[in-house]
């Protein structure tokens, strides 16, 4: 699995126009799921994302995971980050399937919600606009094969 994990002041998904998820404080996070994953990525990743310390302490060092700074979460599926770019046309058959990619992408965001994160999301496969105003900016890329 791979996502890009912003750090934001606020965050939203809309769908039709009409806003589905929204959150204060906390990560916005691009979640892709590699053909290849299983159970066992998606449970890493959501303890990285639960567990990263990159909000800052009293002293202003990136010290602070996002239980302790009252973060919420807002996780969108995005295939995309699995694109190979080697020609000018990016193709995308390292993403996993929806009927693969679903369950995996619901597991991450039921492993946050079990450490007691306020999570919001998007809708698997639709066509959405995601709007935040980035905090720092702070942006990691975390991938599963490198954790």
Do not use: W
Not at 66 to 80: H, M, N, R, V, Y
């Amino acid at each position: 699995m791979r996502a890009v994990l912003t750090r934001v002041d606020n965050a939203s998904v809309s769908i039709g126009g009409e806003v589905k998820s929204s959150i204060g404080k906390g990560f916005l996070v691009l979640l892709g799921v590699h053909q290849e994953d299983e159970e066992k990525e998606a449970i890493k990743i959501a303890d990285k994302i639960c567990g990263l310390r990159i909000f800052h302490d009293d002293e202003g060092k990136m010290n602070v995971n996002p239980a302790d700074a009252g973060a919420e979460l807002l996780i969108i599926s995005q295939f995309t980050l699995f694109a190979d770019c080697k020609s000018r046309r990016p193709g995308f058959s390292k993403a996993a399937r929806s009927d693969k990619a679903i369950p995996l992408y619901e597991k991450v965001i039921a492993e946050c919600e079990a450490r007691g994160f306020k999570v919001g999301t998007g809708e698997f496969g639709a066509e959405m606009k995601v709007e935040s105003v980035n905090d720092g900016p702070v942006t990691i890329i975390l991938d599963t094969k490198e954790l």
